[in-house]
């Protein structure tokens, strides 16, 4: 099993372009969510989805969009990026017992 | 409003002996308490939980313990091996969405030979 998986690893963007971080998981797990780690800031929760179909915001869920069509994926769009955006992104599925699975991470970062 | 705060960013201790990370929460509504280690360009993974019905849970070298009333926990590790070295986070969650965690700052744990 691969876990979690994401991708890119790393990603230099310019100040207005888009792209989409993507995340994909073969645990079965309903619960996947997205988060941004910042310096001094611990982990901070973007957006999360209980299932295929249904998704919700965090707690920083400004400049960012989510869908979730399957269970296995869960990505990530930037609409229009800026510096703030400069970040690492986690991707994380929960199992029953409310313990998250992360996945490596993406290193963005917007000049 | 920071929930959750590891209010030590770094922490350095010998080979050997106990490591003691310290977590500090607001919210009332907290009922599940987890600690996660990072490794350097890795994804945060799971290490130990305790539920608030509980007060100390163990796994080998790692326990935690939940003081309630002080709204503190802390997580003890006996004895420090040089792989411990990692930052770790401790979260919360409760009430509705008990999936969606509040992260403290982390603090960085350095096992020293």
């Known amino acids: 099993n691969a876990g979690v998986t994401q991708t890119p690893k790393f990603q230099v963007l310019k100040t207005g372009q888009s792209m989409t971080l993507q995340c994909a998981q073969d645990?079965?797990?309903?619960?996947m969510s997205w988060y941004r780690q910042d310096p001094g800031m611990g982990l901070r929760l973007i957006h999360y989805?209980?299932?295929?179909?249904?998704?919700d915001q965090g707690e920083v869920p400004n400049g960012y969009n989510v869908s979730r069509s399957t269970t296995e994926d869960f990505p990530l769009r930037l609409l229009s990026a800026a510096p703030s955006q400069t970040s690492v992104y986690f991707c994380?599925?929960?199992?029953?017992?409310?313990?998250?699975?992360f996945g490596p991470g993406t290193r963005l970062t917007v000049t | 409003d920071q929930q959750v705060k590891q209010n030590s960013p770094s922490l350095s201790v010998q080979e050997g002996r106990i490591s003691i990370l310290n977590c500090d929460y607001t919210?009332?509504?907290?009922?599940?308490f987890l600690w996660y280690k990072k490794y350097p360009a890795e994804g945060p993974t799971f290490l130990i939980s305790i539920s608030s019905i509980k007060d100390k849970n163990e796994d080998g070298r790692f326990t935690v313990f939940l003081n309630k009333s002080a709204k503190h926990l802390s997580l003890h590790i006996v004895p420090s091996q040089p792989g411990d070295s990692a930052v770790y986070f401790c979260?919360?969650?409760?009430?509705?969405?008990?999936?969606?965690?509040?992260f403290g700052q982390g603090t960085r744990l350095t096992i020293n030979p």
């Open positions: 919210n009332s509504m907290f009922d599940y």
């Open positions: 645990m079965n797990h309903e619960y």
């Open positions: 979260a919360a969650s409760g009430g509705q969405g008990a999936q969606k965690l509040v």
């Open positions: 989805s209980v299932g295929a179909g249904i998704t």
């Open positions: 994380a599925t929960v199992n029953r017992f409310y313990e998250q699975y």
